[in-house]
């Protein structure tokens, strides 16, 4: 019992790290690009959030399988880019055909966004950090998992700010692209706090 | 060289990649998503400049709309009637079927060189709106100041200066996109539909004798025209005449009636008309000529004493219906 309940420890751990200590975007600032460029709406983040998680668990997953499985027992680690970038190309393409398919709506409101996952650096970032940490396969899911809740968390709340933005006075040379990053950088900070967690 | 490394390599390598292609292979089946064929083949013979002229944010989203039976198939305003057919032959319909109407810019001033002069010389920058800045250098302060702003932001290459230093606009290149509408500092371009064909092309709102001081070809606010108008349709609102194009029937009254010819009948052919050209107006034997049609007729064409059958010259008429209209007997019919 103990020994579960040490394994469940560690697993919400490397999910809350992934999450919110070391969130991909506030603390890492990997995958910038849709941060900025999808978080117009809090509806349509959510679903890029959506997106970029199924992405993002489904390539961890695959990621460590490759990783274990293949290249590492064939000595193959320098085909590691190679390799994981095919795994999350296939799994981007995936989720694009799911999505045109089940909700076209959402389909255009994603736009370029949605094929630009595949070289989203933070799940590049993600499927070199799981041989870097020797994760597991299950800690590999929920490190995935994480990931994908934490660009999520930032995503939506940066979609929410923006769009009280809309009504807000901003000065002229700030409207736009400048306000949008100064937010990036003020949440980033307010995020730092949860470093002493 | 080694060839041991290429050993387990390329085999897993190329295993990882056979198995995600047959992966995407499979759902790419599964996911299909079905599309009208239309769409993609009206998307091949439409312009494909995604200008937004017709509505829709692009050349795709005007393809969906039309296969959607949303819009018409002559909607497109840069492809024009040629593709406005092959549209409606993909969607297998007539394309004189959907309505013909479209807007078309117009120039509200005919105040050129040679109508007005230059009562100072301007030497600043060689544009419009720089002109329209500093004080008024010609002699009518309503006028095109002949910069040719307007021309510079066509798209479609359907305006040029004229010789005397006026933007003309090729209507059948006109699409209507209304950019040098937004363009002209004195909002002397305006956007109308083609189907109206009388325009004022005079905005100067000034007194008479101060307009003929500043140009030949200005409209003088005399009125005649409204006066003329056998149909009403002209009001006179701050010195210019405004035309109302519902009521309007194009008799051109109002065009002969001007003094100073600031009232032009446009000059395509689309004239609006209440029936086909080759019906003609017959006054029948139920006529008991009250002569309330021939006081009524534009273009006095219909002739007769009170009291007796009145007669009508299908040379002058216009078939403009008015007298239909008027007819307390209903004498007169389309034949």
């Known amino acids: 019992m103990g020994d579960l309940g040490e394994l469940f420890g560690s697993l919400v751990m490397i999910f809350m790290t992934a999450a919110i200590t070391n969130n991909f975007i506030l603390s890492q600032f990997l995958g910038i690009c849709p941060f900025l460029g999808v978080s117009k709406e809090v509806p349509t983040a959510f679903s890029m959030g959506l997106a970029t998680t199924f992405v993002m668990t489904t390539s961890a997953v695959c990621v460590w399988a490759v990783n274990s499985l293949i290249l590492v027992p064939l000595g193959l680690g320098y085909l590691k880019y190679v390799a994981f970038i095919l795994v999350i190309a296939s799994f981007v393409q995936l989720t694009e055909m799911v999505i045109k398919k089940v909700s076209p709506p959402l389909y255009k409101a994603l736009g370029i966004f949605l094929p630009l996952i595949t ?21 590999s899911t929920i490190f995935g998992l994480g990931a994908g809740a934490g660009f999520t968390l930032a995503i939506v709340l940066m979609a929410g700010m923006r769009e009280r933005l809309e009504f807000a006075d901003v000065p002229a040379a700030l409207k736009g692209a400048p306000i949008t990053l100064l937010i990036a950088g003020l949440m980033a900070m307010a995020f730092m706090g949860f470093s002493g967690l | 060289m080694d060839f041991e490394i290429f050993k387990n390599a390329i085999p897993s390598m190329g295993l990882l990649g056979a198995l995600f292609a047959g992966g995407l292979a499979y759902s790419s089946v599964k996911f299909k998503v079905e599309e009208d064929p239309r769409k993609g083949e009206i998307e091949k013979v439409l312009p494909g400049a995604n200008c937004g002229a017709c509505g829709y944010p692009g050349c795709a989203s005007f393809a969906e709309a039309v296969v959607k039976e949303e819009t018409v198939c002559d909607g497109c305003p840069v492809g024009g009637p040629d593709i406005a057919e092959q549209v409606a032959t993909i969607m297998g319909v ?11 810019a117009q120039l509200l001033c005919q105040g050129g060189k040679a109508e007005t002069f230059n009562q100072a010389d301007y030497q600043g920058i060689p544009k419009c709106r720089a002109a329209n800045r500093v004080a008024n250098s010609k002699s009518c302060e309503y006028g095109c100041l002949g910069f040719g702003d307007c021309v510079s932001v066509c798209a479609f290459g359907a305006m040029y200066m004229d010789d005397n230093g006026l933007p003309v606009i090729d209507t059948d290149k006109c699409t209507g996109c209304g950019k040098c509408v937004s363009e002209c500092p004195r909002s002397i371009i305006a956007l109308m539909s083609n189907t109206e064909h009388i325009v004022v092309r005079c905005k100067s709102v000034l007194k008479g004798k101060e307009v003929k001081q500043a140009c030949e070809k200005g409209c003088i606010g005399c009125t005649l025209c409204a006066k003329k108008c056998p149909v009403d349709a002209i009001e006179m609102v701050n010195n210019l005449p405004v035309v109302d194009a519902e009521t309007c029937v194009g008799c051109g009254a109002c065009v002969q009636a001007c003094p100073t010819d600031a009232i032009l009948e446009t000059p395509y052919e689309t004239i609006k008309i209440e029936k086909p050209k080759e019906e003609v107006l017959v006054i029948t034997e139920d006529c008991v000529g009250c002569t309330l049609c021939a006081q009524k007729c ?8 009170p009291g007796n059958k009145h007669e009508l010259d299908t040379k002058a008429c216009i078939n403009c219906g008015q007298c239909v209209k008027v007819c307390p007997k209903d004498a007169i019919e389309y034949q």
């Open chain 2, 298 to 305: 534009p273009v006095d064409a219909i002739a007769g004493d």
């Open chain 2, 94 to 104: 007539d394309a004189g079927a959907s309505s013909k109407e479209r807007q078309i």
């Open chain 1, 119 to 139: 070289t989203n650096c933070a799940i590049l970032g993600l499927a070199l950090m799981i041989p870097m940490n020797n994760y597991n396969f299950i800690e």
